[in-house]
């Protein structure tokens, strides 16, 4: 709470910290005051290196785990629940630098004509939350929580709900504009009508707020559909828009905010690369 952290970030935290609590319970640990540097080093070997019951986690998996766990002994120093830190030399595994997964313009076409295909109201949902998430370069937990007072429809623009609550506003492309507006009018109203009324802007077809589960599964059925031959995820039309901004000139200040990084080393692959790798991004 004191530190404003998304509810998605806390769950993750706190699946962690059980996984964690399980590992010291094991060897006998049952109080924070006993654990040892070993024991958290111990910890992370585990994560790498899986068991029975979890298969070995990636370096950014468990480099968050151990995020947590640090957090978790500072905490407890400061509270005087135990003496020392035994967390605070153990650091997270460096992950592998990637480049940002992106697809072409051509493939985001395809993607988006395949999602409203067949002209029904959810397939018209389909396309504005599609269409959105690609012309905003928002979050999949931005999208479904979007309210419908949170767009600006005369002056283009949403307001979006981002990490640690902070809010940023960004435009919305002609294309994404027009998606939204035919949901608008078109399918939202009945949809509505289904359900005990709410202010989300994408519903499910029980007039519920639609959530992230059934957004990932309307973007999996429509790239199935589009015949992409690749995997695509929310985060992969984020990355598209961020390719697409680059191209377009942006520079890395513009590109951040528009994006909601806080950090600008997560957007400096855009402007890095765009030219030389992602041309062909924006329609």
């Known amino acids: 709470m004191e530190r404003g952290l998304a509810a998605n970030t806390l769950s993750s935290y706190r699946r962690d910290l059980m996984r964690y609590a399980g590992s010291l319970a094991a060897v006998g640990v049952t109080s924070l005051a006993e654990v040892g540097e070993p024991h958290v080093t111990g910890f992370l070997v585990g994560l790498r290196q899986g068991d029975q019951d979890h298969p070995g986690l990636s370096a950014t998996s468990a480099g968050r785990a151990v995020v947590a766990v640090r957090g978790l ?6 509270e005087g629940l135990s003496a020392d830190d035994p967390a ?11 480049l940002p997964k992106a697809i072409t313009v051509e493939q985001v076409e395809r ?3 395949a999602s409203g295909a067949d002209e029904t109201p959810l397939a018209v949902r389909d396309r504005a939350l599609l269409e959105l998430l690609y012309g905003t370069g928002a979050r999949i937990s931005e999208a479904v929580g979007l309210a419908v007072d949170d767009l600006d429809r005369a002056e283009g623009l949403v307001r979006l709900d981002g990490k640690g609550g902070k809010q940023r506003v960004v435009p919305v492309g002609s294309y994404a504009a027009r998606a939204v507006e035919a949901y608008l009018v078109r399918s939202r109203p009945g949809l509505v009508a289904r359900g005990r009324g709410t202010s989300a802007l ?5 007039g519920g707020v639609l959530s992230r589960q059934s957004a990932w599964t309307i973007l999996q059925a429509a790239a199935v559909r ?4 690749v995997s695509v995820s929310p985060h992969t039309l984020r990355h598209s828009c961020g390719f697409a901004l ?3 000139g942006y520079d890395l200040r513009l590109i951040q905010d528009y994006l909601g990084h806080r950090d600008p080393r997560h957007t400096v692959h855009y402007t890095r690369t765009a030219g030389r790798r992602f041309e062909g991004l924006w329609r």
């Open 88 to 98: 605070r030399d153990v650091r997270p595994p460096t992950p592998t630098r990637r």
């Open 111 to 113: 993607l988006l004509v």
């Open 226 to 229: 589009a015949e992409l031959g």
């Open 73 to 78: 002994h500072r905490f407890a120093l400061r």
């Open 202 to 206: 994408f519903l499910n077809a029980r």
């Open 246 to 248: 680059a191209n377009k």
